[in-house]
């Protein structure tokens, strides 16, 4: 396997965790001050643009082309600066995740075909702000690319990250002889909860049916689905607390003032949260499972791919009701 430094490494950048709206505000606008006025009309968007929004994806930039700046095209001072920013709306253990699936994108490239290589890369990824920074005012940062579309509405002291795409190829690379699994926690807490379930609990939380991918990925803003499997309020204390641990794999990206909010709000409404599971409940085979609420869907989605079926992962967080802050900024 080759081995890489993490992208953050290369920038320099510390991991910051903001304790208040100020720090990403200013986080902001350091970025767009190192912005020259060419590359500010690439970045900054009216936070009305609907179409700029909604143009996220998980597949390539050569397929689905990204607006914004692309990182490549940025100089070491911008990308220090960018980093900061995102480093800075996201929690310490969120931005990690984050760079790992982005230098995951920079080993496949590695790994790839020459014809193939200019379609991976970090170099590949895409910033932009819709709106202007403000502790009052609602306006958004939108980081991705290849396998990952973050989402971040600030509405005055919310942070709210749906709905947000993180995914992994591969799921599993090496830096410096350490194995990354940028979505390890996901898959592993995951398959924890489904084996700690008793044979009655797993017939209702395992599908009929068979799920090969997102339902509400990328293009489907505003689709609904009908809960399905088992619900939360048939899960013991434990059970519950494992849920729970799944779901913080999401909603703890976002910096952690934020995410003690959204994790409050998803626990105060456990009890109408389901959990379903589609395929084999053993370790280290592909397996589909949902998890949804009135207020949360995450969906998490391998995709068999080549010698390994658990090195190629979409994932998908959203809020229903308030995917890119809308309710928060009709408040």
């Keep these: ?28 606008n350091g970025f767009i001050a190192t912005l020259d006025e060419g590359q500010k009309s690439k970045a900054l968007f009216d936070f009305n643009d609907a179409a700029q929004r909604v143009k996220w994806s998980n597949l390539p930039t050569s397929m689905v082309p990204r607006a914004g700046l692309k990182m490549g095209d940025l100089n070491p001072a911008q990308k220090k600066a960018a980093m900061t920013l995102l480093s800075t709306a996201l929690s310490k253990k969120g931005f990690e995740k984050v760079m790992a699936i982005v230098e995951g994108d920079e080993s496949l490239k590695q790994s790839s075909p020459e014809r193939s290589k200019a379609m991976f890369g970090h170099d590949l990824f895409y910033i932009s702000i819709l709106g202007k920074p403000s502790e009052k005012e609602t306006w958004m940062l939108q980081f991705g690319g290849h ?40 898959t592993d807490k995951a398959f924890e909860l489904i084996n700690a379930l008793d044979e009655g609990q797993r017939k209702q939380a395992i599908l009929n049916y068979k799920v090969a991918d997102l339902v509400l990925g990328p293009g489907q803003d505003g689709k609904t689905i009908q809960p399905e499997g088992l619900k939360a309020s048939a899960l013991n204390a434990k059970q519950q607390a494992m849920l729970l641990g799944v779901i913080e794999e999401w909603a703890g990206i976002v910096n952690e003032p934020a995410a003690a909010v959204r994790m409050a709000d998803i626990k105060a409404k456990m009890a109408d949260t389901w959990f379903a599971w589609s395929g084999p409940t053993t370790v280290g085979l592909p397996a589909y499972y949902r998890i949804q609420g009135p207020t949360l869907v995450i969906e998490y989605a391998p995709q068999p791919l080549g010698g390994d079926p658990t090195m190629h992962i979409h994932t998908i967080y959203r809020d229903p009701t308030n995917d890119y802050g809308k309710k928060s900024a009709a408040k």
């Design 1 to 28: 396997m080759i081995k890489l430094r993490l992208f953050s490494a290369l920038l320099g950048v510390g991991l910051l965790h903001a304790q208040k709206p100020a720090a990403i505000v200013a986080s902001a």
């Design 147 to 186: 396998h990952l579309a973050l989402n971040v509405t600030m509405v005055g002291k919310e942070g709210i990250l749906t709905p947000s795409l993180t995914a992994a190829q591969p799921a599993k690379y090496v830096v410096d002889g350490k194995t990354i699994r940028p979505l390890g926690n996901e």
